[in-house]
């Protein structure tokens, strides 16, 4: 039995620069990921969007590894976000469970390919993270709106919200990737059924279109929002502009008076 355990630390990960300051020989490498084994049957994979996942490693060795990959962060997350997942090699079927997979077949490919579906996992439950903070944010403005008919928040404040959230529909986009199955599948009859198996196990589909769906309501609730805020500022020119006409007159009546 192996325990997979996946860790979202960062918002990214700097591959190349660990490749160059990690001594171990890996596996598998790409622009994306990188994948280590040793002779200790420990098994280390680190992807480009800030998550790393061990097999084989004790807590000790994972929180030394972790403050390792400290400077090849970007944007270190205050709580890394955890997984984990079982590996039982002692059978002779393949079966997919709820936090378990049992496999007839035991090589550095398919560790990778789990490996690989749990870091998708824990990065999808970050992504769900992120949306949910900027959803329960929404909501309160538009709690406001329907209470008091009006939100408060400056255009400052709204257009700062517009970035944080355009922010992340970015981020999303830029690791879009991370749902694709990798090249391996398509030529590995094996390696395709692990990898089919444990998306349907994760929900990995079910779970990005959630996100995407809050991020159309957040994007939809901000077209509002900028609706508002754009009527309050032509309102507020409108009030300027009768201000300025009404000193006018009255320094035209102020004129007339004064010389009569």
């Known amino acids: ?11 990214s990960i700097d591959i190349k620069r660990f490749r160059k300051e990690f001594t171990d020989i890996e596996n598998h490498m790409s622009s994306s990921d990188i994948f280590y084994t040793n002779e200790n049957d420990q098994y280390l994979y680190l992807l480009a969007y800030g998550v790393v996942v061990f097999v084989g490693y004790d807590e000790l060795k994972m929180s030394d590894m972790i403050d390792y990959l400290k400077p090849l962060c970007k944007n270190l997350l205050a709580e890394k976000m955890r997984e984990e997942f079982i590996i039982n090699t002692t059978t002779n079927k393949d079966d997919f469970e709820y936090n378990e997979i049992h496999i007839s077949k035991s090589n550095p490919n ?25 959803m329960i944010e929404t909501t309160i403005y538009t709690q406001q709106l329907e209470k008091y008919g009006k939100i ?6 709204l257009q700062m919200f517009i970035g944080k959230v355009l922010n992340v529909k970015n981020r999303i986009a830029d690791n879009f990737y991370i749902l694709d199955s990798p090249e391996e599948t398509w ?7 692990i990898d089919f198996g444990l998306r349907k196990t994760f929900d990995v589909k079910i779970r990005f279109r959630e996100i995407d769906y809050q991020l159309h309501i957040i ?6 929002f900028k609706d508002l805020a754009q009527h309050r500022k032509s309102n507020m020119l409108e009030w300027v502009i009768i201000l300025l006409i009404l000193v006018e007159v009255v320094n035209l009546f102020l004129e007339k008076f004064l010389f009569l």
């Open 219 to 224: 994007r939809d609730n901000l077209d509002l």
């Open 187 to 193: 030529e590995d009859e094996y390696l395709s059924k």
């Open 152 to 157: 408060n928040i400056s255009i400052k404040r």
């Open 110 to 134: 398919v560790i990778r390919i789990i490996m690989l579906n749990v870091a998708q996992s824990v990065a999808l439950d970050y992504f769900s993270k992120l949306a949910e903070d900027l």
């Open 1 to 11: 039995m192996k325990k997979v355990i996946a860790f979202q630390v960062a918002e």
